[in-house]
């Protein structure tokens, strides 16, 4: 006996959403240190390590000053630029968030 093809439809769609509710979102939170660095600190919102992902940080026009990587803990700490400046945790497309220095807060 054949199925009806229109039971496939919601069988899919439920598949879909399953597999969304267990995407992970990126999580990034940095903080100054009050000692000329900054201390940023990431993962993902399953509890999954943020180790190895890249991060960097830009100047007010946007160039990149400082390269980098998580490391091992899900951290990263470096020198406060002068002037305006910007963090970027990029895990991926749909997976960056940006962190303005105005928004780091001892």
């Known amino acids: 006996m054949l199925k009806s093809p229109m039971l496939a439809v919601p069988a899919a769609a439920l598949l879909l959403i399953g597999s969304v509710a267990l995407a992970h ?3 990034c ?20 390590s943020a180790s190895g992902v890249a991060i960097r940080v ?13 490391s091992e803990d ?3 700490e470096f020198q406060k630029p002068d002037g305006g400046y ?11 968030i940006e962190i303005a220095g105005t928004d780091i807060v001892e």
């Open 58 to 70: 830009l100047d007010a026009s946007g160039n990149v000053v400082l390269d980098g990587a998580m």
């Open 29 to 48: 939170s940095c903080y100054d240190n009050g000692d000329g660095t900054v201390l940023c600190e990431g993962g993902f919102s399953d509890g999954s």
């Open 86 to 96: 910007k963090v970027v945790f990029d895990a991926g497309p749909g997976h960056q």
């Open 74 to 76: 899900s951290e990263y």
């Open 25 to 27: 979102t990126p999580l």
